[in-house]
Nanobody, 125 residues
């Protein structure tokens, strides 16, 4: 059974940076497409970024393009989300999720995929 654990969240000032990690156990991530999502209080869950199983294809939500970078290290069974130029509106609980995929393109995880427990990111001065 695949298990995902997010880490790296915290409090950061506007304009600052954080790197989130999504560490997997119980199975290799080699055949999973990974997505990062976030949910702010009172708002719907939003897809932030997605990376294909090989890492060769990535997608980003419009609100984070040019500021966030997703990457993966399959040898470490970990996916990362580098977040730069953070804004107060980036404040949310961030989740990673994994979906089985043999496609060269990113396949966004869905409600039936494997999900982590989330990590809080707060951007505030």
């Amino acid at each position: 059974q695949l298990q995902l654990v997010e880490s790296g969240g915290g409090l950061v000032q506007p304009g600052g940076s954080l790197r989130l990690s999504c560490a997997a156990s119980g199975s290799t991530l080699d055949y999973y497409s990974i997505g990062w999502f976030r949910q702010a209080p009172g708002k719907e869950r939003e897809g932030v970024s997605c990376i294909s199983s090989s890492g060769g294809n990535t997608n980003y939500g419009d609100s984070v393009k040019g500021r966030f970078t997703i990457s993966r290290d399959n040898a470490k069974n970990t996916v990362y989300l580098q977040m730069n130029s953070l804004k107060p509106e980036d404040t949310a609980v961030y989740y990673c999720a994994a979906r089985v995929s043999y496609s060269r393109t990113c396949l966004w995880p869905n409600k039936d995929s494997y999900w982590g427990q989330g990590t809080q990111v707060t951007v505030s001065s």
